[in-house]
């Protein structure tokens, strides 16, 4: 078949147009970078104190989420414009929508609507990695590459796998299988609670891993208690028993020392004006221990007599 000039022009100029759309379609790293950046949990209140969170999820080339405010929360959609995330907020049936404006800076963003401008803080949070569950929803996250999680949601004896990521208190991806995908966020509310959102379906989950975290710290501060406690115990019973073991010495008068022999030279009289207490018997070593908190001894033994003691001691 002969091709004439004219259909081999708008061939070629067919394939350039499809390889310039198919350049320009690439998403810009930078921009991609930024809308991961962006997304996370905000907080903050207005000039009336009333309280505002901002929960922004990007999506590819689009935001969503959740503007809270004193309690009433509305969605919000937008896509990245110079830096800044704009679109409407609306109620969830799509009523009364009206523009927003998100602009950010460092870890905090300004949230515009109309005449309102509040400065939010994004909310720091413990990584999302663990097992998450409450009900019939049981979720396992682990750690992926970069800020990526992977893992998979048991719900209703189904399971599904999960890609998500994260950023200060938000966690946010995809649930899906069989073909079918669905959009989560997951919500630290503290550090043994989050909030799963999927559609119009919410539950507060609890962190499994951090509970079992926290329980083991309680078990070993427990632990730690008793044998201080025991320690205590021992040290107040080997305390007793040196004070039971004393003798009273009373005040008084008598001759030390002796004239026969020069290591005892020379003999004089001693007077005690005050009484004090002398131990029966010798030292043991654990009744050095509970009180200096050491043990010089060479022979070791808890009821053996301390030795090595130095003239400091």
């Not at 049981?138 to 189904?158: C, I, P, R, T």
């Not at 200060?168 to 069989?178: D, E, I, P, V």
């Not at 503290?190 to 509970?211: H, I, K, P, Y």
Request: proline residues 3%; contains cysteine; charged residues 25%.
């Amino acid at each position: 078949m002969m091709v004439t000039t004219r259909q081999y022009l708008a061939g070629f100029a067919m394939a350039v147009l499809v390889l310039v759309s198919a350049v320009i379609a690439q998403d810009n790293p930078f921009e991609a970078a930024a809308r991961v950046a962006y997304s996370g949990v905000y907080e903050g209140k207005d000039a009336d104190g009333k309280s505002y969170v901002l929960v922004l999820c990007e999506r590819g080339e689009h935001f969503d989420g959740t503007i809270t405010r004193d309690g009433n929360r509305l969605l919000v959609e937008g896509t990245l414009e110079h830096g800044a995330v704009v679109g409407e907020m609306k109620e969830h049936n799509g009523a009364n929508p009206s523009v927003i404006k998100v602009t950010f800076k460092g870890n905090g963003a300004i949230f515009i609507a109309g005449i309102v401008k509040v400065n939010l803080t994004r909310r720091d949070a413990p990584p999302f990695k663990g097992i998450f569950e409450a009900g019939e929803v049981k979720l396992h996250l682990e750690s992926g590459v970069g800020d990526a999680l992977n893992g998979g949601l048991k719900f209703n004896n189904k399971m599904y796998e999960v890609k998500a990521r994260t950023n200060g208190a938000l966690c946010w991806g995809s649930f899906g299988g069989g073909g079918k995908t669905w959009p989560f966020t997951l919500v630290r509310e503290s550090s043994l609670e989050v909030r799963f959102s999927t559609g119009s379906f919410s539950q507060s989950l609890t962190d499994a891993s951090a509970l079992e975290r926290k329980r083991a710290e309680e078990r070993k501060q427990a632990e730690e208690k008793a044998a201080l406690e025991r320690k205590q115990a021992e040290e107040k019973r080997l305390l007793t028993s040196i004070l039971e073991s004393m003798v009273r010495i009373p005040t008084g008068s008598f001759k030390m020392g002796s004239e026969r022999y020069d290591e005892e030279k020379p003999e004089r009289w001693v007077t005690i004006s005050q009484p004090y207490y002398l131990g029966k018997y010798e030292v043991t070593q654990a009744q050095w221990e509970a009180v200096m908190g050491s043990n010089p001894s060479h022979f070791k033994g808890a009821n053996l007599p301390v030795e090595c003691v130095s003239w400091e001691d």
